[in-house]
């Protein structure tokens, strides 16, 4: 496992309309049933903003691989890639243009004292409501409605 957050849009992927793709995820603290299912939220590296971590998805790795390297890079977990939540369209505000995100359940095994964005980033585990209430983006709210969905129906 690399300790150092990739950098740079050299080995990026853009889909077929030069949308930007990214990769996200959900983490919940246990596979339990239970109205107490938490989630992991992060803080922006811009601000005190609160989101589910997300980041590019890059030519050598597949979409899971590609969220289990965000995990460790933004929020210093491990844990195993569910199937995936879907896929969503939305414009990026700091750059003006069009991304398609994939957002994945972790279902988290290990949390790390130390990781790559430690000191750019705090993260927080949270109730549903608690995480609905702070994330600033409506696909990834959109994303946590349909993990809750999946969790209580299964």
């Not at 790795?61 to 390297?69: M, P, T």
């Not at 844990?79 to 279902?107: A, D, I, Q, R």
Request: glycine share 8%; with cysteine; hydrophobic share 35%.
């Amino acid at each position: 496992m690399c300790m150092v957050s990739r950098t740079g849009r050299h080995l990026q992927r853009y889909d077929n309309l030069g949308r930007r793709q990214v990769v996200g995820f959900k983490c919940r603290s246990d596979g339990s049933i239970t109205n107490d299912l938490e989630v992991l939220v992060i803080s922006s590296q811009k601000g005190p903003k609160m989101m589910f971590p997300k980041g590019g998805w890059e030519i050598d790795e597949s979409k899971e691989e590609a969220a289990l390297r965000e995990s460790v890079e933004e929020a210093g977990v491990l844990g195993n890639v569910e199937c995936e939540l879907g896929k969503w369209y939305f414009m990026s505000k700091s750059h003006g243009t069009f991304y398609e995100g994939y957002m994945f359940p972790l279902l988290v095994t290990e949390e790390l004292d130390w990781w790559p964005e430690h000191h750019l980033r705090r993260r927080a585990w949270m109730n549903v409501k608690e995480a609905r209430d702070v994330c600033q983006h409506w696909w990834m709210k959109e994303a946590l409605d349909i993990l809750v969905q999946r969790v209580t129906s299964s």
